[in-house]
Structure formats: C-alpha cells, structure tokens
C-alpha cells in the first residue's frame, strides 16, 4: 500500500500525511511541483521526526510518475470530492496506490483519466471537503484494514 500526493501546497498537510505513512509502514511518493520547499518550517514540525521513518519517492511530474507506476503495474485509486465508488465498498489490494490532489486544486483530467477508479468519502451534504490530511487517513485506515483482515469484510 503506498499514498500519493499530486501537487501538494499545504506543507502541513503533507507533513502530516508523511507522519502518517511512517506509523503504518506505508512508502509516501509527492509528485511535484510541491507549493513549498521540504525545508519548510511548517512541513517538518508537522513531519516532527517521523520523516525520517518514512520512504519518500519524489516525481520531478505527473508524466514520471506515471512512467514510473505503469513500469510497476500499480493500481492508481483516486480519492475526489467528484468519485462515483464509496471508498467503503471498493476492494482494495497491497499493491494499490491511494492517490490525493493539490488542497486548492485537486487534479488535473489528465490525472483523472488515468485513475483507475475514483472513490469518495461521503461527508454531509452542503459540506465541500474533509481535510486531505483526515481523508488519507482514513483511505489508508479502510484499505489496510480490508488487506490485512479479508475474510472480516462485510
């Protein structure tokens, strides 16, 4: 299992997610161009000294990254405000990667096209989006909970 960030802009965001991917052993890839430096005071006080536990791939663009996934065969799982598949109700693999857009953006339809599934978090109507942060989270909690525990599923 591994997250991706397209585009990332909010250092404390990734920080976080970073954090994250430490604590559960998953490899963390940033396809830049980042909205910040990985100096940033902001990125490592929310990376704190986990950044240091996690592997960290980073892709000069979304055509390496690409290059590199398709070498791989991986699974590209887009998580958007726009998926038609509640991310509860997909089954997911080890060898997926959870993708997350830019927090201003989101992505571009190139990257939409490429996914090969696009899943929502359903939040309550009205609302516009939970933090990419909290939504990595909880993609990751689900998604490892399905591959580590198969015959639990509902």
Known sequence: MQIALFQPDIPQNTGTILRLCACL?????????????????HFRRAGMDYLDHVSITKHDS???FE??????????LLFT?????????????TSDIL????????????VVEAADARLVIPITEGLRSL???????MAAGEALRQVRNPHELI
Do not use: C
């Not at 993708?99 to 989101?106: D, I, K, N, P, V």
């Not at 933090?131 to 989270?137: D, F, K, P, Q, R």
């Open 67 to 76: 290059e590199w996934r398709m070498a791989q065969s991986y699974r590209l």
């Open 131 to 137: 933090n990419v942060a909290m939504s990595a989270a």
């Open 99 to 110: 993708l997350f857009g830019r927090e201003s953006a989101g992505v571009t339809d190139a």
């Open 25 to 41: 052993g998953i490899s963390a890839h940033i396809i830049e161009p980042a909205g910040f430096p990985v100096s940033d005071r």
């Open 62 to 64: 979304w055509t390496k």
């Open 81 to 93: 405000t726009k998926g038609a598949t509640d991310y509860r109700d997909f089954r997911y693999h």
